[in-house]
């Protein structure tokens, strides 16, 4: 096995010290605007701070990777475009795009830019990875978390890139980032405006036995009662109420991603970076993961099982899933 390069989340300033104190081998971040798909409030850099976290990265010796994986809307590539020229002025090690369009304004105007193919392209095949290497000199493909681990083993054989593949966090769902459901009940989705579930949408409704209503726009996500926490309402996670039942239906229930016993198995795989989903998570967060991964990584490559038993206190609703990669029939 060679040492895979830790990828991790950076969604501010203080998250990027944060992983790059905590051992990260390259960290990935968006500017502000709709050119990633983490525009919130709060989040990402302004140029001048990304400029200023490159050089705090480089000197020591860690990575940095611009996200600019959203997708613009008619007559408003310029945002992109921007973004994309920004980030190879300030030496950011590689553009992460989505859309093609982004793809070829990249390997036309910058060809020694490094560009890697974002998971919200969905290329889950090597006949449509092989097409971005082919045609924009695609250096590497961030696979979509649907695939086992022995796809991802087939797909490696196929394509001349690099795979990197999720291996903790938030576990998306299918078309990765392209929710029509978010768009629907908000008007905003993540591939178009970079955010999900926006903030300015969400609200909470208190009745007269304390259970917790939230809502996102005119629809109600999810009830808890008083001795239940209240998640935040991302409606592929609601609980919904039918004639047959209630629960967590058709979608995700609130779990994460954890893939640890498999990291070896990714490895021969052919997996050559490893990824930490987490931006808009906070740098106490980000520093605990990315420090865990560190050790697990390490251990990996000394042939020692990793000790990461502290990082179910981390999961979303202290729960924790392999999904597609054990080996679980989503489709």
Not at 121 to 128: Q, Y
Not at 162 to 190: K, V
Not at 277 to 304: H, I, L, P, T
Request: neutral net charge.
């Amino acid at each position: 096995m060679h040492r895979p390069e830790l990828v991790c989340p950076a969604g501010t300033p203080a998250g990027l010290h944060a992983a790059v104190d905590a051992g990260a081998d390259a960290v990935y971040c968006g500017f502000q605007g709709p050119t990633n798909a983490r525009n919130f409030p709060g989040l990402n850099f302004s140029p001048r701070e990304m400029e200023q976290a490159v050089t705090y990265a480089h000197d020591r010796g860690t990575k940095v990777l611009a996200a600019i994986n959203s997708f613009p809307p008619a007559g408003q590539m310029a945002a992109w475009k921007r973004a994309v020229d920004d980030a190879v002025r300030f030496g950011m090690d590689a553009v992460i795009v989505a859309d093609i369009g982004v793809a070829a304004y990249t390997a036309r105007m910058h060809p020694d830019q490094r560009l890697h193919l974002s998971v919200q392209a969905g290329a889950s095949s090597p006949e449509a990875i092989n097409f971005y290497c082919r045609e924009f000199g695609v250096r590497r493909v961030v696979l979509p978390r649907i695939l086992t681990v022995a796809e991802i083993k087939g797909i490696h054989a196929q394509i001349p890139c690099e795979i990197e593949a999720f291996i903790f966090g938030n576990i998306g769902m299918m078309a990765e980032g392209r929710c029509s459901l978010s768009a629907y009940a908000t008007g905003q989705s993540t591939n178009m405006d970079g955010v999900c579930s926006p903030a300015s949408h969400v609200h909470y409704l208190q009745d007269e036995g304390g259970n917790l209503k939230s809502l996102l726009g005119e629809f109600t996500i999810d009830c808890f009662t008083c001795d239940e926490s209240a998640g935040y309402p991302t409606i592929c996670k609601g609980r919904y109420d039918t004639e047959i039942r209630t629960g967590y239906y058709a979608f995700e229930e609130p779990v994460s991603l954890n893939l640890t016993p498999l990291l070896p198995e990714l490895m021969r795989a052919g997996v050559t970076a490893l990824k930490i989903e987490g931006r808009q998570r906070s740098r106490a967060y980000v520093a605990a993961v990315v420090a865990a991964f560190r050790k697990a990584v390490d251990a990996c490559m000394e042939n020692r099982v990793p000790d990461m038993a502290g990082l179910i206190a981390l999961t979303e609703g202290h729960r924790e899933t392999q999904g597609a990669f054990g080996g679980r029939k989503w489709r």
